[in-house]
């Protein structure tokens, strides 16, 4: 079966096929270090381990790089500013270096408790500082940069005149750019407003910097990506990945950086996903909608309503397509966390079925559609879809109202654990937890419910039943015994 992905450069879906199968090399633009992780962190991490998980699923030996930004990026996302992590440093009086490290280490605990897999390879900016001023160097060399005043720029203009390939991502015409570009401090080094810097030369104030043939400085934000993907992946390589707010000017740059360095675009398929709004607005410290994963995780943050739990959190964001705007409210997280505890339920439940010699229900073909939805860009809410299906079948199974063969019943298990499990990265954690403590406590509150029944102590029956219903586990009395759920 053949996958197909959305191809933001070329505007549709293309048949995927790897430059040097069953290797694929996968690059996702990474989180700058200088504060907690946040709810827009999540969708990217999410979005992008799906497709690490499920390219690896099909057979692929995928090299996944993600990098961290710990240099270069700059308040405004422009080539003015202070770096937004020498910033930090400076406010919480620290190195830079250990803002960088705790950031990360947050990072990578947030995404941890998501179940993000971690990268093949995670590397950083202000580790790979050499390869970026050879870069420079050969787009310098190349004639597509200059240097003023220690810095060096590239040099839009020429590029677009030579190439007409300035705005191929993000659809941009040149001339609109150099209209809106704002005006700003430092400016006069640039030959035109739309110039990037590829090196800065640092203020002296400037904490972060390094030796270069032009200056003591630092790299460019948008060098970093193209300096390490090469490195790893190659010079062209197959998938570049990230948000849909990196679209320009970051990946539209290293475009131009990979085309001038090296003679060629840096990938065959670029990748975005579309961002998280709350209540219809873009979330920002400034609304007072900013959200951090640890508020979401713990419920401290004034617009929840309670703590949400990271696979409530990672059910919720695979249930839009990753393309798609994703709107966070009480209430949509609420429906997940619903949604999440029908899934695992049903899984739960498979362990009491028993299988029969008749066979009245095709997981085969409930197991082909999601393969289907996946080789259609990755398609999880439809994943899901046939999950939940999968799902009332149990309830039929246990019911009595539909039978299942040991055969059938091995590929029920088998589609919980590798759709649910291994491919959306759900983990039951009260499964493997608490749940053998739960069984047991809810087990042995029946047997006395039971007792209570066979000495006609009504009341007591009801009590306790009552008692398991106000915590969520419900019993339900038949010819063949009792039976109980977690609501």
């Keep these: ?230 490195k790893y992946l190659g010079e062209k390589f197959d998938i570049h990945g990230g948000g849909l707010d990196l679209l320009f000017p970051h990946h539209e740059s290293e475009i131009a950086q990979s085309v001038c360095a090296f003679g060629h675009e840096p990938t065959n398929y670029w990748i975005h996903n579309n961002m998280i ?59 997940a966390e619903k949604g999440l505890k029908r899934l695992l339920e049903a899984q739960r439940n498979l362990k009491k079925i028993s299988p029969s010699k008749e066979n009245t229900v095709n997981i085969n073909e409930i197991n082909q559609k999601c393969l289907e939805a996946m080789n259609d860009d990755f398609n999880t809410p439809i994943v899901i879809s046939y999950l939940f299906e999968a799902a009332t079948i149990i309830n039929r199974l246990i019911e009595g109202q539909e039978k299942i063969d040991e055969k059938g019943l091995e590929a029920l298990n088998k589609l919980f654990d590798n759709w649910l499990f291994e491919i959306l990265g759900i983990k039951d954690e009260l499964s493997s937890n608490m749940m053998p403590t739960i069984e047991g406590l809810v087990k042995m509150i029946i047997e006395l419910r039971q007792d209570a029944r066979a000495n006609k102590d009504w009341a007591k029956s009801d009590e306790l039943r009552d008692k398991l219903a106000s915590l969520g586990v419900k019993i339900k009395d038949s010819k063949d015994g009792v039976s109980w759920t977690l609501d």
């Excluded at 995927?16 to 069953?22: E, H, L, Q, R």
């Excluded at 030996?61 to 020498?86: F, P, W």
């Excluded at 309503?305 to 709107?327: C, E, G, V």
């Design 277 to 335: 709004t709350i209540a219809g607005q873009k979330m920002g410290k400034s609304l007072g909608n900013f959200i951090t994963l640890e508020q979401l995780f713990n419920g401290t943050h004034k617009i929840l309503n309670k703590a949400y739990s990271p696979m409530t959190i990672r059910f919720f964001i695979l249930q839009a397509h990753y393309r798609s705007t994703l709107d966070f409210s009480n209430e949509a997280l609420l429906a």
């Design 1 to 230: 079966m053949e996958l197909y992905v959305y191809n933001t450069l070329t505007r549709k879906k293309e048949l995927f096929k790897p430059i040097n199968p069953p290797n694929v090399g996968l690059y996702v633009c990474g989180p700058t270090v200088y504060g907690d992780a946040h709810l827009g962190h999540a969708r990217p991490g999410i979005s992008f381990d799906i497709m690490f998980r499920y390219l690896t699923f099909i057979g692929y030996k995928v090299r996944y790089v993600r990098n961290i930004t710990d240099v270069g990026h700059l308040e405004n996302d422009s080539d003015q500013g202070e770096d937004k992590i020498a910033k930090k440093a400076r406010l919480e009086q620290l190195e830079p270096m250990e803002i960088a490290q705790y950031y990360t280490k947050r990072y990578l605990d947030a995404m941890d408790l998501l179940n993000v897999l971690r990268p093949s390879i995670q590397p950083s900016a202000s580790g790979h500082i050499m390869e970026q001023i050879e870069i420079v160097e050969k787009i310098l060399e190349a004639g597509y940069a200059y240097v003023s005043e220690g810095s060096v720029y590239f040099d839009v203009l020429k590029y677009q005149n030579d190439t007409n390939k300035y705005g191929i991502l993000s659809n941009r015409v040149i001339e609109d750019m150099l209209q809106t570009t704002r005006e700003l401090e430092g400016q006069h080094e640039k030959r035109n407003p739309a110039d990037f810097a590829l090196w800065k030369k640092a203020q002296p104030e400037h904490i972060m910097r390094w030796k270069s043939p032009w200056s003591d400085g630092f790299p460019g934000w948008h060098l970093e990506c193209t300096a390490m993907s090469a």
